[in-house]
């Protein structure tokens, strides 16, 4: 049995969930959402035709690393949702679904990801609380901010906390 960690969070946004989800169907907005540490860049050339089955590379740097990772969008539900697996990448598993509801005059957008590390339990466990778990935060913290700043709604948005709990496979 492996440990799968969860994390969610979500945001409420201002505008109107049509503007909201263009903006994410938008691959390439992933570099204005990704903090500068991770030095984080979409390979695939554009225009990328976002579909159930599109593949997505990019290339970043984690804590100093290089690598590359290659996500398949899954499912492709315009405006209300769309979900993304990694298909090479320093996970074992992460799928990551976005969700997208029309709610008190605004979109409120809910992120799901869903991951597992690579090896036993023993060695992922204190991995994932010293290393993953926290940059995961961080990286889903930033993002909270990047939208308002993409979206000029500095301080107009509402956030919720991201959490992250492990369960078993």
């Known amino acids: 049995m492996a440990d799968v960690y969860t994390l969610s969070t979500w945001q409420w946004i201002p505008l109107p969930r049509d503007a ?5 169907s938008d691959a390439f907005n ?5 903090p500068d540490l991770l030095r984080f860049r979409v390979l695939t050339p554009a225009p990328i035709a976002m579909r159930p089955g599109a593949l997505i590379d990019y290339r970043l740097s984690l804590r100093g690393l290089p690598m590359r990772w290659r996500s398949e969008i899954t499912e492709w539900d315009p ?3 769309f979900a993304d697996k990694q298909r090479r990448g320093p996970y074992r598993e992460w799928h990551h679904t976005h969700i997208f509801e029309e709610r008190d005059g605004g979109t409120f957008v809910h992120d799901v990801v869903s991951y597992r590390l690579i090896g036993p339990a023993l060695f992922t466990r204190p ?3 010293l290393l993953v778990a926290p940059d995961t935060r961080r990286i889903f913290t930033f993002r ?3 939208l308002e700043r993409a979206f000029g709604l500095k ?6 906390p991201v959490s992250i709990e492990r369960g078993r496979l």
């Open 144 to 146: 909270h901010g990047a």
């Open 20 to 24: 909201v989800f263009a903006f994410f």
């Open 127 to 129: 991995i994932n609380a």
């Open 79 to 81: 405006p209300n949702r």
């Open 30 to 34: 992933l570099e204005r959402l990704t």
């Open 155 to 160: 301080g107009r948005t509402t956030s919720g």
